[in-house]
């Protein structure tokens, strides 16, 4: 069974940096590419960022591009976003997603971990 | 940055049909766009129904459908049901691998 458990979100103050993971089992996870979604509180949902089963390409999205970085550890099977100077409108549930292959992408998505940025 | 439009909110009777469009600012949606659809249920992740414009997942029930007509994205709902009560958010691809969702459309089943 798939499944993929992010963690890491807490309440950061503004300006303040934060890492989260996705820890990932039931599949093969050094080949598969996989994605960060976000939702604020209320709103629909954005793409964050994009990465390859051989971490590259990787794409963001633009509001986070220059602050965010995403890279994975194959050996342990985990994905991560590292954020940096963060603002209220960073704050919401962040969703990793695995993608399969070709333009599915999206395939399975994990529960979320929740970030709030606030002081 | 390219805007992607959804009707805000739809109602549909239950066993009745409703029709969900996913539009782009810079011009019509061409497979080209690879339209996703998603369901999401209040306090749960999003589930993907549709990829690349038409393909369903094992777990799409069949009363979905995509596709593309007049330059937009179709979501199709054929014989709603009570729990297909949700909020449906369209994904589209653009160049410069550049990734816009919807603001998405809440479908009530009353």
């Known amino acids: 069974e798939v499944q993929l458990v992010e963690s890491g979100g807490t309440l950061v103050q503004p300006g303040g940096s934060l890492r989260l993971s996705c820890a990932t089992s039931g599949f093969t996870f050094n080949t598969y590419s996989m994605t960060w979604a976000r939702q604020a509180p209320g709103k629909g949902l954005e793409f964050v960022s994009y990465?390859?089963?051989?971490?590259?390409?990787?794409f963001y999205g633009d509001s986070v591009k220059g602050r965010f970085t995403v890279f994975r550890d194959n050996s342990k099977n985990s994905l991560y976003l590292q954020m940096n100077s963060l603002t209220a409108e960073d704050t919401g549930i962040y969703y990793c997603?695995?993608?399969?292959?070709?333009?599915?992408?999206?395939?399975?998505w994990g529960q979320g971990t929740l970030v709030i940025v606030s002081s | 940055q390219a805007v992607v439009t959804q009707e805000p909110s739809l109602t549909v009777s239950p066993g009745g049909t409703v029709t969900l469009t996913c539009g782009s600012s810079t011009g019509p949606v061409t497979s080209s766009h690879y339209p996703y659809w998603f369901q999401q249920k209040p306090g749960q992740a999003p589930r993907t129904l549709i990829y690349d414009t038409n393909n369903k997942h094992s777990w799409t029930p069949a009363r979905f459908s995509g596709s593309l007509l007049g330059g937009k994205g179709i979501l199709t709902l054929s014989g709603a049901q009570p729990d297909d009560e949700a909020d449906y958010y369209c994904l589209l691809s653009f160049s410069g691998a550049r990734f816009v969702f919807g603001p998405g459309t809440k479908v009530t089943v009353l």
């Open positions: 990465i390859h089963s051989s971490s590259s390409p990787i």
């Open positions: 997603a695995r993608n399969s292959a070709g333009s599915d992408w999206f395939h399975y």
